[in-house]
């Protein structure tokens, strides 16, 4: 690899990392009552439960991100290979980082909750690196990811235990948060005006655009179980159903509109293999509230045109204008739907009553009951009996805040990335496996 | 898109119907009761545990088929393309046809049930897709599989509720069904005779038979759920175990006879991908009875040499003697096992006794039990405590029936397509994305 | 096919070895309790609960490790199909060879854990394929096969129910098992000398490369349900969090290392498929005992570490010096991971306490307990109440032993497989499919 001392040395620091992992989960992790030996056989059945949900979730970040970003013609390896590389790094970070805010006896006690969140806090870097795709270096995506995971930690915090609002899909703190995170570093990261056109490789082939409907698909098939992961009961249920039909309808729009607005009024890969999810993320934060059927499609109706009216003229325009590139159109798919998501619940909070939700109020809204049944928290802002005005109002903050965070951290980080220590490609190096890889020397046959 | 206006109408038609299944689900859709909020939290359990099966069952249906259909060297998008496309407004459909059948208050109660018998039946249609594939447009195939909907529908009510006849894995309704109705609009849309001859597209690549495999291996891994998602209980037991040995014996039979078959006396990858599905289909009307493991292997063998023998001597038969094409062989893979498990389905319920099933012959034969533990229809012709013979005949009856419904529908459906109002592709526009995909320069590289 | 005789010979043998099966089947198989139909209705939920963790394991054989096995270029279809047609015909030979050692009154008694238990043992012979990958017919390989499941399902018994050692993951038992076999077999069957240069097709090309990422990252995440599948309760929930935890360790060092390793100093895909999974065997038979968070993440990285360089120097030096292929590294992913995991289960044996272990002593260690839990043998050599120290011994013993077993086998299958009865590949006949498969002549465009 042709590379300055100091690339080398981000691997090695890579390497020192993994190892302070190990001794960080020796002295701050042992195993949570779950897997703690009992003195007689346990139930269990609660967290077994759980387990086919998280390999569900456990597909969509690995094989589900991984082979939707393969749709670049020389960028499968990376897509696949950072995906991996990334992901497993921060599934461990993330034991520790969120871990901190909940610790007994200063221990963080392992359980099968942590992989589920740490699975899903993997998605956040994910989400950005779809926006830079082709355009860093490995070292600087995951030293990227590595501070995107803290202040993702943080607001996430803030926005569902003190601010105490509703986003059981993540569409607020996980997809609007890594979206625009991942834009304001590629904002910073922009290219000169003089480099501003397409790489020779932003393309797709006939073959890489197939790899990329296996990620599109298995994200689309297991969006009910990412958005219905945290959920339980009755919510569980109305989140499974909700996700899928917002998907569906999603679905329907984004292949009709596709034949209507694309350049040559055919259906465009683009749009089938993105804005069809858009319905996913457009439902997550409301998709446990009795939003009922026809609310998903409409949300799913929604969240799809926009997604592909953003590809066709939001994402072209922000790189003609502001240099703004987003190799994945990330702001199509979970930029904007994570928008829709969060004013969906502002509306849905609003209307949210006793009598509708019965005991899932506190499990869903724990400011608003009078007695939470889901203790979340001791730190809500001004305590229990929220009215469902307020809630709306803070629904609306949280939403807000998010993207500010988001956006700010990511202007920080991006002009870090910028700074001399990191290696940076040039035009030519981007969008190609080959700087970072070895590759065969004939592509295919 | 060089389309004449209809097709563009066709296009808007379809956002009006998602727009009109938005409608009617705000109209008649409410949650049923386990999706609505309780005063206390309940158990939950029984629709908990059939959530992994349904997320098998979504697999099947949108990677399965979709990237079992990806074998034409030109046609990878619109396989799995169309394959998400129709089923996403399929499953919506679906929900409200099915659904006016149990009504309760003039409403349809949204359940993880609904959905589970949404993503089955959107295989009909992909089942007939499959027979028609590259050789009608997209608007063609919704239009068809709308209607085939509500004939499938119609069907499965009238078979499973008035005839009272087992069919837990689908293979009678869905199965044979979706193949003969499909037969019979490809008979309809047959080439004229000198243009009869294979299209120049239609034939696999090395690597589209590859993403195949995909498709392959994913439906015969899930191929246990789909046949026991509908079962409980120690029946439940049965269909998993019987089907995994029906396809173990179909695939080691497939491969053997392929070598002996085949043009060139070598592995035929058509085999490979559909002969060694074969046995899931075959054994699916008969997977929860007493069959046995030896049975259920048997079934396996059966439907393995006849699916290989069906695709080296019929399929060419029927297209060189009738014009009646079957691009991807569903009358060896769906039509013939479907029959097959019809036949089994006889020869056991003749063989069915109350000493054997206990507790399950209320659950699998309604007719037959003095009182139905699981009271599917209050409609059964003839009431309670039919004799086994009597249960025999009705199998024989209701496949006869399925398979005339599905030809004379097929007939029908097919004699609409071929109206002026829909466009229909030349010979030199088959097999191939490009009409109505935009398609990158380079195919590969 | 330009086959001597006996080749087709071995077809027919196949064909009549299924029909075989079908009657050992009818003869000593019948349904088990849990497939029965009862008098009343049986909550049934302790089976229920392992399904979803089966079709987990279902996905890696079938899917996992044939499209692992894809990265040659022009072995696809041989790396898929064959996996499909010795998996199909092994998991029924398997019902019985292990059902012979577990009968009631002359019968198997077929339930779900027979069908986890014959998935699992599947792998052995398709590790051992690993090795041999595109060097023998598939003649060969389904001979091998057959033998190889009866010396396994021996030395399973032995090692696990008469020496009483723990291997929940099966890394002694199947991993290193397959390995050392198909390691044995590959020198019986090694090149002459002056043809131990590699094969001309014995590469990957761009494409073949990301087929393999399918198989890599579906064995990467369903690796948690393959370790824990045959564990319960709080040993179950150990199982999964050390998996995944040791695989994550395993990741990040093998990109590391392969970024300082390999030849140009640039990431190998050789080692991004393999080595990132060599955390999963190494923790396979400690997964389930308390060896904490760190302990897991260590065992990883001592994993995917000696993963990497055994890929870069052993495997090579093997090949050039001892004429021992083995295509597919399956001694850096198989072979010495599950030798690490037999180490580490001498040291966690020796470390096991009963204040550590409380209930689940038994259920691990059944020699160390006053009285088991989990009966499972009643020939435990020195019955009950075990040493820890002893317990450590027996670890090493079964260790050693499965290893001698393993080669001693493979030596004596791969003397036989060198006979006279059995077609062997030239050298140019090699990693390729054209020989035994129909193969579209453009391989791609």
């Not at 779950?34 to 569900?56: I, N, T």
């Not at 994402?315 to 199509?332: E, I």
């Amino acid at each position: 690899m042709h590379s300055p001392i100091s690339e080398r040395m981000g691997f090695v620091a890579l390497m020192i990392l993994q190892i302070i992992l190990f001794v960080l989960f020796a002295v701050f992790v042992r195993y949570g009552k779950a897997a703690l030996p009992a003195e007689v056989p346990g139930l269990f059945l609660q967290h077994v439960s759980k387990y086919p949900h998280f390999q569900d979730v456990h597909v969509m970040i690995f094989v589900g991100f991984g082979f939707l970003m393969t749709f670049l013609k020389k960028y499968g390896y990376s897509a696949t290979g950072y995906t991996l590389f990334m992901s497993a790094l921060i599934i461990q970070w993330t034991i520790l980082v969120k871990g901190f805010f909940h610790m007994y006896d200063g221990k963080i006690e392992l359980s099968l909750e942590h992989i589920i969140h740490s699975d899903i806090s993997a998605a956040v870097p994910l989400i950005s690196m779809g926006v830079l795709l082709g355009r860093t270096t490995p070292i600087q995506l995951l030293f990227m990811a590595l501070f995107e995971i803290i202040l993702f930690a943080v607001n996430e915090y803030v926005t569902l235990e003190i601010l105490s609002i509703c986003d059981v899909g993540g569409s607020i703190t996980v997809h609007a948060f890594g979206a625009y995170f991942g834009l304001a570093v590629s904002f910073m990261l922009r290219p000169k005006k003089e480099e501003n056109e397409p790489g020779q490789y932003e393309g797709p082939t006939y073959t890489s655009d197939l790899f990329a409907m296996i990620g599109t698909l298995f994200l689309w098939i297991y969006w009910p179980s990412f958005n219905s992961v945290l959920a339980d009961g009755t919510a569980q249920e109305r989140a499974i159903l909700n996700t899928y039909l917002s998907l569906a309808g999603a679905t329907v729009t984004a292949f009709v509109l596709s034949t209507m607005m694309s350049h040559e009024k055919k259906l465009d890969m683009v749009h089938v293999q993105n804005s069809t999810l858009a319905g996913g993320v457009a439902v997550g934060t409301v998709c446990n509230l009795m939003i009922g059927g026809h609310g998903a499609i409409l949300i799913g109706i929604l969240a799809g045109s926009l997604s592909v009216m953003g590809y066709r003229y939001i994402t072209p325009a922000m790189a003609a204008k502001l240099r703004l590139h987003d190799t994945c159109g990330v702001h199509n798919l979970h930029g904007m739907p994570g928008v829709i998501a969060g004013l969906s619940s502002i509306v849905y909070a609003y209307l949210a009553t006793k009598e509708d939700y019965k005991y899932d109020l506190g499990a869903i809204f724990p400011a608003m009951a009078n007695q939470p049944k889901n203790l979340t928290s001791n730190h809500i802002i001004g305590g229990y009996e929220r009215s469902a005005r307020a809630q709306a109002g803070f629904q609306l903050f949280g939403l807000f805040m998010t993207i500010i965070i988001a956006i700010v951290g990511g202007l920080i980080i991006g002009s870090v990335l910028r700074c001399t220590c990191f290696r940076k490609l040039q035009k030519e190096e981007q969008h190609q496996d080959e700087l970072y890889w070895e590759v065969p020397e004939q592509k295919s046959e």
